[in-house]
């Protein structure tokens, strides 16, 4: 699944105002950080994750790494902050709608 650039620019807009619901420590990508990032984009489609200082890799290397895990597009990595992208098959929850 790739995002266009206007459907890029849309989920950057979002994602601006959200905290960081995943923070990668020392251990780097874990098991546990990867449940935990999966949860949260099944549950809200667009997540923000923070690496903190201890982490061995950039936030770029994060950010793909556990985008290749559960399945989603790398949004944005501004310095230690990424965000992640995924639809969601729930069909409780409000999607968000990207442009064409």
């Known amino acids: 699944m790739a995002l266009s650039g206007k459907?890029?620019?849309h989920l950057r807009s979002l994602a601006h105002h959200l905290n960081p619901v995943v923070l990668i420590g020392k251990a780097g990508v874990t098991s546990g950080t990867t449940q935990q990032a999966s949860e949260g984009?099944?549950?809200?489609e667009l997540i923000k994750c923070g690496v903190q200082d201890g982490c061995d890799q950039t936030a770029t290397e994060v950010a793909h790494e556990l985008a290749e895990l559960v399945g989603a597009e790398v949004v944005q990595v501004i310095g230690h902050r990424f965000s992640l992208y995924r639809p969601s098959?729930?069909?409780d929850i409000e999607h968000i709608k990207l442009p064409q």
């Open 41 to 44: 984009l099944e549950a809200h």
């Open 89 to 91: 098959k729930k069909k």
């Open 7 to 9: 459907q890029i620019r």
